[in-house]
């Protein structure tokens, strides 16, 4: 069972730009909140932003200020806006559940970041 599909990833040159989406079922978007996540190539998989079913946000010190997370509740789906990318932010990104256990990650999106 496909609970979240990650979408949006890509190559972008370092000061580049890029907008991430996560479709999740409604009966996961209505009862948690939700956070965005990567892991890079020998690295643990890390939470970089996340955002509670009241719209409270929270960003890793890495990411803070350049990437903005946001939920769409009609759409069940989460985005996460990402600005001043540089090679570090090189990883495979995922969404799921924050807070709690996470939940079977879906394939995630690559996004590259190179010149």
Sequence with gaps: QVQFVESG???????????????ASGRIFNNYAMGWYRQ??????EV?????RGGNLKYADS??????ISRDNAKNTVYLQM??????????????????A?????????VTVSS
Excluded: H
């Design 102 to 110: 996470a939940l079977d990650w879906g394939q995630g999106t690559q």
């Design 40 to 45: 890079a190539p020998g690295k643990q998989r």
């Design 63 to 68: 990411v803070k200020g350049r990437f903005t």
């Design 83 to 100: 600005s001043s990318l540089n090679p570090e932010d090189t990883a495979l990104y995922y969404c799921n559940v924050v807070m709690v």
């Design 48 to 52: 970089v932003a996340s955002i509670t």
């Design 9 to 23: 990833g890509g190559l972008v040159q370092p000061g580049g730009s890029l907008r991430l989406s996560c479709a």
